[in-house]
């Protein structure tokens, strides 16, 4: 066996060397996404990348059996969810992974400074960063429409959701981090094991297949610097609290999407947040992301 290249996410840093990642992260994300445009919360390379999506659209051979099961389904759930065929599961899963995601990026943007007002590097970043969500809504909206699904809207979570979703990123920074480095872990998490179910259920459909794995790759490389972007906040001990929490915040969002215990071993997919370390990742993708300097062997 080769020897790892990478170390746990969970590896201890120092304050000197987290200070060093921020600098070299900005380095990248200067790079990576190209000019900010505020106002549309986008980025240049981005709008640029899912425009020549646009432009050179994809559709099913052979259209969705059944897509009133998805429109019936897709922003709350009516069915018992194993009477539905999983690729109906797979695109509802989706759709509500990305409804969280928007809900809580719109919750986070209006309070995070805006570029001009930023006042230290790590507040430039987060402004990046949320930029970049926004971006991964836009390319999962793209995906069902890939799939035939054009008629979507974008709605709210229930007012009690909402709530919590605009009073988190309120929350000062000892109790933010953590969490927010566990929903991150959490989305690569999920983009993996659903990257693989596109293998298993589109057989049939491979022009479908690769762009909707073409689609999910832009967002996992994201994905996969902000869980070492937001792991460079975290001191000593708050990376001891954010690995016991990985189990619980794990369980307690996939319970709100009731497809993905149908579709996946959510247990295995603890299991692979706590023991999370980059060498899994594909080599495209490590090349085009970023990786802490503390978590490479």
Not at 249 to 276: N, S, T
């Amino acid at each position: 066996m080769g020897t790892a290249r990478f170390l746990s996410i969970f590896s201890p840093a120092s304050r000197q060397e987290r200070k060093e990642n921020f600098d070299n992260y900005w380095e990248f994300t200067q790079n990576h996404g190209g000019e900010l445009f505020e106002a549309e919360k986008d980025l240049a390379k981005k709008n640029a990348k899912l425009q020549t999506f646009k432009d050179n659209p994809v559709k099913l051979r052979t259209p969705l059996a059944n897509p009133d099961a998805f429109y019936r389904n897709y922003i709350e759930m009516q069915d018992d969810p194993k009477s539905l065929d999983r690729i109906t599961l797979m695109l509802t899963s989706m759709y509500k992974f990305a409804r969280h995601e928007w809900v809580g990026i719109k919750g986070a943007w209006d309070v995070s400074p805006e570029m001009a007002n930023s006042r230290c590097l790590e507040d430039k970043i987060s402004r990046i960063h949320l930029a970049e969500e926004f971006c991964h809504w836009r390319l999962f909206e793209e995906m069902l429409f890939t799939c035939g699904l054009d008629k979507i809207e974008w709605v709210p979570l229930s007012p009690a959701k909402e709530w919590v979703y605009e009073q988190f990123p309120k929350l000062p920074g000892f109790l933010l981090n953590a969490p927010a480095f566990v929903t991150e872990l959490m989305g690569v998490t999920y983009y993996f094991h659903l990257h693989r179910l596109f293998d298993e259920l589109l057989v049939d459909e491979p022009e479908v297949k690769q762009r909707l794995k073409e689609l999910l790759d832009e967002i996992t490389i994201d994905e996969i610097a902000h869980v070492g972007q937001r792991r460079n906040f975290i001191g000593p001990f708050g990376i001891k609290i954010s690995k016991m929490m990985v189990r619980p915040l794990y369980k307690m969002f996939f319970a709100d999407i009731p497809e993905v215990a149908v579709l996946f071993d959510i247990e295995q997919m603890v299991k692979d947040g706590e023991a999370f370390d980059f060498n899994e990742v594909p080599d495209y993708m490590v090349e085009q992301s970023w990786i802490p300097s503390y978590c490479k062997a």
